[in-house]
């Protein structure tokens, strides 16, 4: 069975300050896919990234980086200089790459930037 | 372009009564997905549907829950009679699937309807 585990239920830190968001998941498929969404206050769920279980390169999106390692099963979400507008509840998921691909969400972080 | 469309976005209902959610996917998307967040369990799949026939309604927590998807264009979820537990966010999210294998899909998601059955 597929799991995603963030064992982080909430982290508060300071703006300007980096944070990493830790993501751990468990699947039996040699390829799969892993996404990161974000819940601001608002309420909607915004796709951020999503990662193939082929390819491990690190990617940068501005002050979003994402760092997936397969032999540790982590893809692990770091902010840089961390800004107020980052603050909401970040989802890890993982999909299975056969059938319609439905997610698996981990519990989320709830992220807190404090002026 | 448009995103994932949902309706309403809030609802306050009393106990008993019929809700109908509703989904309109983005425009040329060939699956969509039905899902549930609350506090307890977080968020669970509901039920999905490809080309319009649903595939896998294991999610669906009972009879009082159906999901329909009649046309490519729009989908909707229906409990009937509704209770004070089905209160949560109700998710709909679609994605262009093609093929199988290594072509993983973005799944898209609307902006979410919060039901309130008191």
């Known amino acids: 069975a597929q799991k995603v585990t963030q064992a982080q239920t909430e982290i508060s830190v300071v703006e300007k300050e980096d944070v990493t968001l830790d993501c751990v998941y468990e699947t039996r498929d040699t390829t799969y896919y892993l996404f990161w969404y974000k819940q601001p206050p608002s309420g909607e769920l915004v796709f951020l990234i999503r990662?193939?279980?082929?390819?491990?390169q690190n990617e940068i999106s501005g002050r979003y980086s994402w760092n997936f390692q397969k032999s540790t099963s982590s893809f692990n979400f770091t902010i840089t200089a961390s800004q107020v507008v980052d603050s909401a509840v970040y989802f890890c998921a993982l999909s299975e790459p056969q059938g319609a691909q439905k997610l698996v969400f981990g519990q989320g972080t709830r992220l807190t930037i404090n002026p | 372009d448009a995103g994932v469309i949902q309706s309403p976005r809030h609802e306050v209902t009393e106990m008993g009564q019929e809700v109908t959610l509703r989904c309109k996917p983005i425009?040329?998307?060939?699956?969509l997905f039905w899902y549930r967040q609350t506090m307890m369990r977080g968020l669970e799949l509901l039920i999905y549907?490809?080309?319009?026939?649903?595939?896998?309604d294991s999610g669906m927590p009972e009879d009082r829950f159906s999901a329909k998807m009649p046309n490519a264009s729009f989908s909707t979820l229906k409990i009937q009679p509704s209770e004070p537990r089905d209160s949560a966010v109700y998710f709909c999210?679609?994605?262009?699937?093609?093929?199988?294998?290594?072509?993983?899909?973005?799944?898209?998601f609307g902006e979410g309807s919060w039901l309130t059955v008191v």
């Open positions: 425009s040329g998307h060939n699956s």
């Open positions: 990662r193939n279980s082929f390819d491990e």
């Open positions: 999210a679609s994605s262009l699937r093609v093929g199988y294998g290594r072509s993983g899909n973005t799944i898209y």
């Open positions: 549907f490809n080309n319009n026939v649903p595939i896998d």
